[in-house]
Each structure stands twice: as C-alpha cells, then as structure tokens.
C-alpha cells in the first residue's frame, strides 16, 4: 500500500515592493559596515603612529631601541 503525501503548495510570489525595501536596507547596513570599518582603521593607525615624540619608546616603531641607539 503506497501512499502517497500531497505536497505542499507552492509559497506564494514575493511583493516587488518588500524586495525593493530589503535590498535598500541591506545596501545601507553594508555602507555602515564600511563607515566603521574605515573609522576603526584610522582609529588604529593614529594609535599605533601616536607617541609622546620623535622617538617615542612606548608606542614608536623602533620599539625600545632608543635606549640603546639614539638615532633610531
């Protein structure tokens, strides 16, 4: 005895206008993401560049160098 399950119907189409409304608000939510992206980036590289002089020991790029080599 086979039986067989009625299927289910098909959904119904989606509005135009719904449609129209997500793309915008994923397209805003992307422009977002990129904003804070940008601004955590610049955040980051004034922080790292960031330092109290020329040769800064806590936060320069030479590291603790100065101590031991003044020019650099």
């Known amino acids: 005895m086979c039986t067989s399950r009625p299927s289910a119907p098909a959904p119904p189409p989606p509005d135009p ?10 397209e805003e939510a992307t422009a977002q ?10 955040q980051t590289v004034s922080r790292l560049r960031g330092g109290s002089g020329r040769r800064s020991l806590i936060k320069g ?12």
């Open 17 to 26: 206008e719904v449609e129209a409304q997500q793309e915008e608000q994923q």
């Open 33 to 42: 993401k990129k904003e804070m992206k940008a601004k955590t980036l610049q």
């Open 61 to 72: 790029s030479g590291g603790g160098m100065g101590f031991y080599n003044e020019y650099l």
